[in-house]
DNA sequence: ACCATTTTGACAACTTGTTGTCAATCAACC
DNA sequence: GGTTGATTGACAACAAGTTGTCAAAATGGT
């Protein structure tokens, strides 16, 4: 079976996701190394910076499973950056909300991030950031439609 | 400090690129659960499908460590699956290439692979694909190039 | 109110990556 | 030809995710 034209340009594209995937994964982890807190820990705290949210929860909003990220939230629960709250809509499922050094130390990042984020989206189109946005998660949406 | 537009683009780019990252893998992987290889092998018996390459050529290739493809490498020699050749320009850093069973599995991973880009990509318009492409390796060109 | 199904947390084993370090090899230059 | 610096393979420790399993809790239909 031959590649169609759209096919192999699917490929190419995908292959360029993974790349730009791990570049931004180090240096998510390079902007804030001194801070102590990697990129995965952060993005789990950005997920509850609003409202204090259920670890299954949490997943389901990152595209992980809940046991991943449970492993995080409890990690971040020992450094002392976030806190259960009851659920009231669950005994046992508690909200994970941040506590005040998590919300201290969530900011400091945010500044980085965003300062980063502005910097680096400077050299690029906005309209090309934000067609690429949807066309990303267009194609998520067909890839995880198909396997269902 | 504040995000400006593009910066709040970026973000949410980023972020989804996390997300469709997890679901290709996982796609990838329930692709080829069978023929007993997963997503990141497949990748590396692909990327030394044309020519022989060393470790450290194939980790630079693919975004990667050295020692991370180095472990991939070993588990598929173990597996019968890759063989080192010697390599003129260097003593100890052999190359690695296909074995007879190696390809012969790969070519069947090759068409099932192929098979499932036609299928996904016919959904998109393939100047959306090429497209989105483009920008997405010039977006890794800003970030690897700010990193240095 | 009961029972079947789903959701959840906890735990274990595993995969795929990372960094750091060491010694061996290689390349370049004086 | 010797020294110096970069590249390489091997190994260890670690990070972040996965799957699978279990029992407890929640949910929904009859």
Redesign the pocket.
């Known amino acids: 079976m031959n590649n169609t034209e759209s096919g192999a340009a699917f490929t190419e594209l995908l292959l360029e996701v993974f790349r730009l995937n791990?570049v931004l994964l180090?240096e998510g982890d390079r902007l804030t190394a001194d801070l102590g807190l990697?990129?995965?820990?952060w993005q789990v705290m950005g997920a509850i910076s609003e409202h204090p949210l259920?670890?299954?929860?949490i997943?389901r909003e990152m595209?992980?499973?809940?046991?991943?990220?449970?492993?995080?939230v409890?990690?971040l629960m020992k450094e002392g950056l976030v806190e259960f709250e009851d659920n009231p809509?669950?005994?046992?499922?508690?909200l994970v909300s941040l506590s005040a050094e998590g919300r201290k130390r969530l900011s400091r990042i945010d500044d980085i991030q965003r300062a980063w984020a502005n910097q680096i989206a400077r050299d690029h189109d906005v309209d090309d950031l934000k067609r690429t946005f949807r066309f990303i998660r267009q194609l998520r949406d067909t890839l995880e439609r198909k396997q269902s």
């Open positions: 791990g180090t990697t990129s995965s820990r259920s670890v299954p929860y997943a595209g992980l499973t809940r046991q991943g990220v449970q492993k995080m409890n990690i809509h669950h005994k046992s499922s508690k």
